[in-house]
């Protein structure tokens, strides 16, 4: 029996170093959470798609200056910013209780900058709570096998200023497509359970520094997340500021012009034009980039013709006005059906005023009035020869 007692005793003891290892890990874990806690948001917005839910890191105490990703904003160029509330010293983690207090907790944000490329936004707020610390950014990008943390708003929870855990896999230079476009950047690859919600959420090291920003989840493999290296984050910090574009509907809605939603989304106006009748012109509710260039389209359809009429003709006045037009040219498009779409297409940028976007919008309309008429010369003598016939046998 004794020589029992002799054996238990180690792994007794062995037993008791890991109970107290653990608990300290639990400890570091739960004042690592305070400490991150305190510089993350809930970051709400409305865009042309409804209101987007995510999650911010404030990053400059002086400046209110708070980090998100691009797709979380959108094309809004405002958001209401929640930083957390406590009971009882405890984080009030239920989302009705914001919705509720919106007057008091809220804040109003100012998107001041977006970068698609890397999928980031810098948000300036209307005010800090004074309990609000920045992060600090870490000097360098993390590295695989490193232990990181997270906090976010996932959509698929009922709470918010939830806690995740995980391990870099690995950092590099990574290009792709998510549904708000494409993107390259430097990635911090994570095994981290991460969720829709938490896009735009710190990840941080273990000594509560910032080493990137939560951006998308794989839908290849379970268990990979990325989030933009903090490297990234620096120098969209340090570049020059370019504005997030104006949502369409504000913008059109500020001109003398017309505007109707159309069945697809996208918007449409009638444009007058005094020789040629009133001509649909139609405007993109999405944005298009390349780099830090955002553009919207602007289009109209100048007729729809069967294969046989895409003559050589037709095919050299088109390419001759789109020689001569200062902003835009002509597209030829197959509907599938057997005939060719001839339409008139501009660009202009997402971040114009309502009078640019008006002149680009009567513009468009104007050159496409003007060649359907220019395309139509044999139909319409032909309807005259008919009507002269149709006269003078009555």
């Not at 990703?69 to 957390?84: K, L, M, P, Q, T």
């Not at 009922?158 to 230079?173: C, E, F, H, I, N």
């Not at 003559?311 to 030829?332: D, F, I, N, P």
């Amino acid at each position: 029996m004794s020589a029992f007692r002799l054996n238990l005793r180690p792994l007794t003891l062995l037993a008791a170093l890991a109970v107290i290892a653990t608990a300290e890990v639990a400890r570091a874990d739960a004042a690592l959470y305070r400490q991150v806690l305190d510089a993350t948001t809930w970051v709400l917005s409305k865009n042309s798609e409804g209101t987007s839910s995510g999650t911010g890191v404030l990053v400059d105490a002086e400046k209110r200056l708070m980090i998100t990703n691009a797709h979380v904003v959108g094309d809004s160029r405002s958001a209401v910013i929640f930083f957390r509330d406590l009971k009882d010293d405890k984080p009030i983690v239920e989302k009705k209780h914001y919705l509720d207090n919106v007057r008091k907790l809220g804040v109003r944000g100012r998107i001041v900058a977006i970068d698609r490329k890397r999928d980031l936004a810098l948000v300036e707020l209307e005010k800090l709570p004074e309990f609000a610390k920045a992060l600090e950014l870490a000097a360098d990008s993390t590295g695989p096998g490193e232990s990181i943390d997270s906090i976010g708003n996932p959509g698929a929870s009922d709470a918010l200023w939830v806690y995740t855990s995980g391990k870099v896999r690995s950092v590099y230079v990574k290009e792709f497509r998510t549904g708000a476009g494409e993107h390259e950047f430097r990635v911090v690859e994570t095994q981290s359970p991460l969720n829709t919600g938490d896009s735009g959420g710190p990840i941080v090291s273990q000594d509560g520094k910032l080493v990137g920003v939560v951006q998308a989840i794989s839908k290849k493999g379970s268990l990979i997340s990325y989030g933009v290296d903090i490297n990234e984050v620096k120098e969209f910090l340090a570049s020059d500021w370019k504005p997030a574009p104006l949502p369409i509907a504000d913008v059109l809605a500020k001109t003398e012009l017309k505007a109707e939603k159309h069945e697809s989304g996208h918007f449409t106006v009638k444009i007058a034009t005094e020789k040629d009748g009133d001509q649909e012109v139609f405007v993109t509710k999405d944005t298009e980039y390349y780099g830090r260039t955002d553009v919207r389209k602007v289009w109209s359809l100048a007729a729809s013709i069967e294969s046989k009429e895409l003559t050589e003709e037709t095919m050299r006045k088109l390419l001759e006005q789109s020689a001569r037009t200062k902003l835009g040219g002509w597209s030829v498009e197959s509907d599938g059906q057997g005939k060719y779409l001839l339409i008139y297409v501009s660009k202009v940028d997402a971040t114009a005023t309502p009078d640019s976007l008006a002149s680009i919008l009567e513009y468009t309309g104007k050159i496409t009035a003007a060649m359907k008429k220019e395309l139509e010369p044999k139909k319409a003598a032909q309807e005259a020869s008919d009507t002269l016939q149709d006269w003078l046998s009555e």
